[in-house]
Antibody, heavy 119, light 107 residues
Framework: QVQLVQSGTEVKKPGASVKVSCKAS????????VNWVRQAPGQGLEWMGW????????NYPQKLQGRVTLTTDTSTATAYMELGTLRSDDTAVYYC????????????WGQGTLVTVSS | DIQMTQSPSSLSASVGDRVTITCRAS??????LAWFQQKPGKAPKSLIY???SLQSGVPSRFSGSGSGTDFTLTISNLQPEDFGTYYC?????????FGGGTKVEIK
């Protein structure tokens, strides 16, 4: 069965960086993209970017350009999201999701990783 | 960026009711519209893709319709387990964008 298992809770200070992992299983990792989405406490969903494990191509929202970096390791079927220069408003639950653009979209999601940014 | 406007922001309905949630895109999105259900403390769950296709394993009481810029999620025969917040998302073009959510409560 398809599973996306994310790394655990992180607590960071303002200005630091965080790297969240998302390990995929149950499907061919390079056949699907990976979206990253975050959700601040009590708020809605915000798309953070997309990566193709097959090509390494990425797409980021302008708001996060220069602060977010998506990568993958195809040998371990793991996707990574690194967010730098953290601020308090980056406190959120971060999700990865398997994605097939122009078809089923984001069909399977990880369990989420809470990142708290606090001094 | 494409703006997604959902309504209502919340609703309360009884078991067995038919519930309708609407989503409007600020421009045509070629039916690349998805619906998600999220329960408190859990990840979103995909219900519908390409506006009207049901994800595998999703009960048939959920249905999606619409085209162009106007879309609808309908839950017929509302069940107690259908509480939660529902989001629409366009994936026609980057940046992907979500509606603000509709919180569904069971009376």
């Amino acid at each position: 069965q398809v599973q996306l298992v994310q790394s655990g809770t992180e607590v960071k200070k303002p200005g630091a960086s965080v790297k969240v992992s998302c390990k995929a299983s149950g499907y061919t990792f390079t056949n699907y993209g990976v979206n990253w989405v975050r959700q601040a406490p009590g708020q809605g969903l915000e798309w953070m970017g997309w990566i193709s494990p097959y090509t390494g191509n990425t797409n980021y929202p302008q708001k996060l350009q220069g602060r977010v970096t998506l990568t993958t390791d195809t040998s371990t079927a793991t996707a990574y999201m690194e967010l730098g220069t953290l601020r308090s408003d980056d406190t959120a639950v971060y999700y990865c999701a398997r994605d097939r653009p122009a078809t089923v979209g984001s069909d399977y999601w990880g369990q989420g990783t809470l990142v708290t940014v606090s001094s | 960026d494409i703006q997604m406007t959902q309504s209502p922001s919340s609703l309360s309905a009884s078991v067995g009711d038919r519930v309708t949630i609407t989503c409007r895109a600020s421009q045509v999105i070629n039916n690349y519209l998805a619906w998600f259900q999220q329960k408190p403390g859990k990840a979103p769950k995909s219900l519908i893709y390409t506006a009207s296709s049901l994800q595998s394993g999703v009960p048939s009481r959920f249905s999606g319709s619409g085209s162009g810029t106007d879309f609808t999620l309908t839950i017929s025969n509302l069940q107690p387990e259908d509480f939660g917040t529902y989001y629409c998302q366009q994936y026609n073009s980057y940046p992907l964008t979500f509606g603000g959510g509709t919180k569904v409560e069971i009376k």
